[in-house]
């Protein structure tokens, strides 16, 4: 299987990656879409399958465009800028079916995909590697399946604020000489540059660290607030552990507030820079609007609001229902939300810190009528949805951002006595392989 070989591709995998067959070894290309002839060299060859790198399309699908950004090919951060947007959709609505029906061997109706208007320039926050090459700094997404930082001066799906503070990291940066984090020796000073972007031109600038102090961190604050001078607030993270976890435990503010304000389905937030928060603020509305539709609330239910974060569903539902209860571990999370209840006069939401796994259980003879999950990538753990069951609330609303641990999940709750009635996929992240899903159980 040596040199350029053509092979017809005849679907996508979950990364988004073209799939087809040559000489009965299941061959992955990045860049690829069903239905085209391709040619490929394989750079590498497994016992079960075979990657292969696209050199030439030969006979390119109906549904490929050109992307809009010069990037496009190397970037890690977007996987579908080739696929036109309908199909997209499309695609995501399809990938939400086959693992409800190969994973959690169910039947379901899963309704369209809700898009945007525009799917460009959503994301309220980036978070982008830093690295050095012989020519200076570099701060990007990492390329397609490798460590390799591809460097970065604007990013189309990522709001235009988030790219004047990038521009301006990288310039201040260099200008003071600051050495980049080298994961693999575990030397260096800067690992990532976060930004968010809020409401009414609100913004968060945090310099990542690997080490405990920032090297001429007031010179380095005064060039930036020179450069951006409206920023709202500049932070230092520390990050030392030899891990890829982006976000250390410790943020201290060097300039301005310790959060920015976003609005969400008519509520304000309070964001930290650990705190979860949708990075899609349009698509977060309609995602959430979803939830407190398929939650159908009176006003008189007790809700129970698991992987809270800043209380966004929380405080959004709290308003139709009779008391509403968040949980979440990340301690500053809690904080924001307890203030963003206070800030929004919203009296009947309650926030708990602590790990779903261990409050749950303590709620189960509550009277709860209504759970909503939020869980991250990994879904739930098997005795979170036994204690959620065991509740026996008259719904469950399902927010999720990974089709596998979804059915997975689906899968127990049904063993547990729960039916699944609909699911609606929403288009959180437009260009990439990535979709969320609302999902409505009821008891069987």
């Known amino acids: 299987m040596g040199g350029v070989q053509e092979i017809e591709l005849t679907g996508l995998t979950s990364e988004g990656q073209g799939v087809g067959r040559l000489e009965g070894l299941t061959v992955f290309v990045d860049g690829g879409l069903p239905s085209e002839r391709v040619a490929v060299s394989i750079v590498e060859r497994k016992k079960n399958y075979a990657v292969g790198r696209l050199t030439e399309i030969i006979e390119p699908s109906v549904e490929r465009i050109e992307p809009r950004c010069p990037l496009a090919q190397r970037c890690g951060g977007c996987q579908l800028q080739h696929m036109n947007y309908a199909a997209q959709l499309n695609w995501k609505r399809r990938r939400v079916i086959d693992a409800i029906e190969r994973i959690g061997k169910l039947e379901v109706e899963v309704e369209p995909t809700i898009g945007m208007a525009d799917p460009w320039r959503y994301r309220n926050k980036m978070q982008f590697p830093v690295g050095r090459s012989k020519d200076g700094l570099l701060i990007g997404c990492y390329e397609t399946r490798t460590h390799e930082i591809v460097d970065t001066n604007e990013c189309l799906i990522q709001r235009s604020a988030n790219d004047d503070m990038l521009r301006a990291a990288r310039r201040v940066l260099e200008r003071f000489n600051i050495s980049a984090y080298d994961e693999d020796r575990h030397v260096g000073v800067m690992r990532h540059v976060m930004g968010r972007v809020g409401a009414d031109g609100e913004t968060m600038l945090v310099l990542v660290t690997a080490t405990n102090e920032l090297p001429h961190s007031k010179a380095i604050v005064r060039a930036l607030r020179e450069e951006l001078p409206h920023v709202t607030t500049i932070q230092q993270n520390v990050q030392t552990y030899r891990n890829n976890v982006i976000l250390g435990r410790e943020t201290r503010v060097l300039y301005g507030a310790r959060t920015i304000r976003d609005r969400l389905n008519g509520l304000r937030f309070n964001i930290s820079a650990r705190s979860f928060f949708q990075v899609n603020t349009t698509q ?60 929004n006069g919203i009296g009947n939401a309650e926030f708990i810190l602590g790990d779903v796994e261990r409050v749950v259980p303590r709620l189960v003879d509550a009277g709860v009528e209504v ?72 008891p069987k």
């Open 284 to 343: 977060a509305e309609r995602l959430y609007s979803t939830a407190i539709e398929f939650a159908g609330l009176s006003g008189r239910e007790l809700l129970v609001d698991a992987y809270c974060g800043t209380g966004t569903i929380t405080l959004s539902m709290a308003r139709r229902a009779r008391r509403a209860i968040g949980i979440e571990v990340v301690s500053t999370a809690v904080n924001d939300a307890r203030l963003n209840a206070r800030e």
């Open 371 to 442: 759970v909503v999950i939020d869980p991250p990538r990994a879904g739930c753990d098997a005795r979170v949805l036994r204690s959620l069951a065991a509740m026996r609330p008259s719904k469950i609303i399902y927010v999720s951002c990974n089709p596998a641990t979804l059915a997975r999940d689906l899968s127990i709750l049904s063993s547990l006595g729960y039916r699944t009635k609909k699911i609606r996929p929403v288009d959180m992240f437009p260009m990439t392989a990535h979709v969320e899903s609302v999902t409505l159980l009821e």
